[in-house]
């Protein structure tokens, strides 16, 4: 069976290989409602996340934490976090271990305006330094770690070294 490559028009266009995270675990304390399944246009959040990074040429893309029968109910590949209960960083360092891809583009699940083009450039600007251990956005004078581009080799000991010392 031939394995198609992802293709798309977009800027990085056939670029190196990625995998995509959407973070679906949390509380949602605040919205009352699990966000990775609320629909907005017609389509659950999760889903729409998981779109976006299939567009931008991400190779799989999995889902941690949350109601894993519920988003698989969805179409949706989802492990259970690691570390439930312990905040972003928990997460992201299911992520990280839930996969082996050089590159993981990290995303959390309520942004529903992502789209392919955004995560191209977020991956691009990774791409673009070698030693940068993950790209990220800067919105009002704070990084945006969970819209992120991660190089594994560089950011997941360090990600590990903050979780031990209390950073969640």
């Known amino acids: 069976m031939a394995h ?6 977009l800027p990085g266009e056939l670029g190196p290989r990625f995998e995509g995270v959407v973070l679906t675990g949390g509380r949602s304390r605040r919205m009352g409602t699990d ?13 729409r996340t998981a779109e976006a990074l ?41 992520a990280f271990e839930s996969t082996s891809a050089d590159v993981l583009v990290i995303l959390a699940c309520d942004m529903p305006l992502i789209g392919p083009r955004e995560i191209s450039s977020i ?20 990084w945006q770690f ?14 590990q070294r903050r979780y031990a010392e209390g950073e969640r």
Not at 35 to 45: E, H, M, N, P, S
Request: proline residues 4%; negative net charge.
């Open 4 to 9: 198609a490559e992802p293709t798309h028009d």
């Open 35 to 47: 966000k990775a399944r609320l629909v907005v246009d017609g389509t659950a959040l999760a889903v």
């Open 54 to 94: 299939l567009g931008a040429g991400a190779d799989r893309v999995l889902c941690v934490g949350g109601e894993t029968e519920a988003l698989g109910a969805l179409g949706l590949v989802a492990v259970a976090d690691d570390v439930p209960d312990q905040g972003p960083l928990g997460g992201l360092l299911t």
């Open 123 to 142: 991956v691009d600007a990774l791409l673009a330094s070698d030693d940068a251990a993950v790209a990220a956005p800067r919105i009002a004078g704070r």
């Open 146 to 159: 969970l819209t992120a581009a991660w190089r594994r080799d560089r950011a997941h000991t360090v990600l």
